[in-house]
């Protein structure tokens, strides 16, 4: 699972920086893109987080679930 996250993140990550770097004026459709794009890079890193400290304490990484785009953009840093 960890691994599928991790494959996800960096086909994201790549997504990203092909649209920020394409050297073509970005779009409006472009940047509706990156935002879908940062949003799920934080939902994606999210779950990776829980997981890991699921498995730090003991408790099965397996009971880890995505959170919603609204809950994860809602944390105050």
Known sequence: MDDDLHRRIDDMVTEEHTLR???HEVTDADRARLRQLEVSLDRAWDLLRQ???LRDTGADPQTARERSADTVEGYLG
């Open 21 to 23: 770097g394409s050297g």
């Open 51 to 53: 997981r890991q400290a």
